[in-house]
């Protein structure tokens, strides 16, 4: 769960404009006491106006126990819903899927790493911003599979031998 909070900046030529600048000069972070708690933006969110137009505030909380243990059954399966086994065709058909993706990403991760030859670590960073991480997409596509095909052979063991 992500949170963020922001606060125009009336620093902003805009906002000066409309009237919304504050007497005596300075930077308004201090007056709000969030200058101990600030973040380096990011590259995209400097490109969509963070700390030109607006700043980010720092949001805190604290859960109780009965809240932290609603939260926590939030997503939780039943204890049959693992004993349960798909078709054969479609986890097939998820497989095939699964690995056609995988040949791709495996294409694009051989195209990325050509492209960072000889780069330094901030051109590297600096090339990758709002792409694809092949390689993350690649590890991901590969525990799915084998959690995927583990279980289907498991419970068709399980489901042999019981029945």
């Known amino acids: 769960m992500v949170i963020d909070a922001f606060?125009?900046?009336?620093q902003d030529p805009m906002m000066m404009m409309m009237g919304g600048a504050l007497g005596g000069g300075g930077d308004i972070r201090q007056t709000t006491s969030n200058i101990g708690h600030l973040?380096?933006?990011?590259?995209?969110a400097r490109i969509h106006g963070l700390d030109r137009h607006?700043?980010?505030?720092?949001?805190?909380?604290?859960?109780?126990?009965v809240e932290e243990h609603m939260l926590m059954n939030l997503h939780k399966k039943n204890w049959s819903s693992g004993l349960i086994i798909p078709?054969?065709?479609d986890q097939?058909?998820?497989?095939?899927?699964?690995?056609e993706n995988m040949a791709r990403l495996s294409k694009d991760y051989a195209e990325r790493v050509k492209q960072e030859e000889g780069k330094t670590q901030e051109e590297i960073y600096l090339l990758?911003?709002?792409k694809v991480d092949p390689k993350k997409h690649l590890e991901s596509n590969v525990y799915e599979l084998l959690s995927q095909n583990?279980?289907?052979?498991?419970g068709t063991m399980i489901d042999t031998v019981v029945f």
């Not at 583990?150 to 498991?154: D, G, P, R, V």
């Open 39 to 44: 973040k380096k933006p990011t590259i995209q």
């Open 92 to 99: 097939q058909k998820s497989t095939n899927a699964l690995l």
């Open 150 to 154: 583990i279980l289907q052979c498991l």
């Open 7 to 10: 606060r125009l900046n009336p």
């Open 87 to 89: 078709k054969f065709e």
């Open 54 to 65: 607006y700043y980010s505030l720092v949001i805190d909380w604290r859960k109780n126990d």
């Open 128 to 130: 990758s911003v709002g």
